[in-house]
């Protein structure tokens, strides 16, 4: 079946940039996330893309997609500790997004 | 303010009691769905809802049900927990059709089955 593989952990220097990789296995994926989860909340979209573009940019953040390799990175720039939280790689092969698979998520961590 | 809404937030029972978690959006999304996350596991789909009276099985239903009698609520109901169900449970919503891709969560209910 479909599945999406991230790395558990990150760990990078404030001011650094951080870049957090995602694998996916369906080949007919249409639509990537990226999706932040803070400490006690529910998920959030960051970011997201579409199976027809290569890359994304959104202010710091900056979405790369290698389609042929089913690769997809998240890079933010000028990390800050605001930043620290938990990153999920997710996607679907529809537009509706009622059937998400989500990666096991990457904590980033933010060190002085 | 649009939100998803779950209630109760924490809840620690014991096996074989049934229980219900509701959960409630109002942004007149057709689109519900429940997520259960486990450490290293990521988000599971449970149930997922198009729309009233319409719900279908996600990746982890067993020992789940749901019902969606109106638009905004979607409760999920563990008719006989056990242990193994002891997890952080999300509901999310979107608004389905083209372009309905963001899906929005509630702040979660951390369930404990002793």
């Known amino acids: 079946g479909e599945d999406v593989e991230q790395s558990l952990f990150l760990s990078v220097r404030e001011g650094d940039s951080s870049v957090i990789n995602c694998t996916y296995t369906d080949s007919s994926s249409t639509y990537l996330y990226w999706y932040k989860q803070e400490p006690g909340a529910g998920l959030q979209l960051l970011t997201y893309?579409?199976?027809?573009?290569d890359m994304k940019q959104d202010q710091r953040l900056t979405v790369l997609l290698n389609k042929k390799d089913k690769h997809l990175s998240l890079r933010i720039a000028d990390t800050q500790t605001g930043d620290s939280a938990i990153y999920f790689c997710?996607?679907?092969?529809?537009?509706?997004?009622?059937?998400?698979?989500f990666g096991s998520g990457t904590r980033l961590s933010i060190r002085p | 303010e649009a939100q998803v809404t779950q209630n109760p937030r924490y809840l620690i029972t014991v096996t074989g009691k049934k229980l219900t978690v509701t959960c409630s959006q109002n942004m007149n999304h057709e689109y519900m769905s429940w997520y259960r996350q486990d450490p290293g596991l990521g988000l599971r789909q449970i149930y997922y809802s198009m729309n009233v009276e319409v719900t279908d099985k996600g990746d982890v239903p067993e020992g789940y049900k749901v019902s969606r009698k109106e638009k905004r609520n979607f409760p999920l109901i563990l008719e006989s927990p056990s242990p193994n169900q002891t997890s952080l449970y999300f509901c999310a919503s979107s608004l389905g059709g083209t372009g309905g891709y963001e899906q929005y969560f509630g702040p979660g209910t951390r369930l404990t089955v002793t």
């Open positions: 997710a996607e679907s092969t529809d537009s509706s997004a009622s059937k998400i698979i």
């Open positions: 893309i579409f199976s027809n573009m």
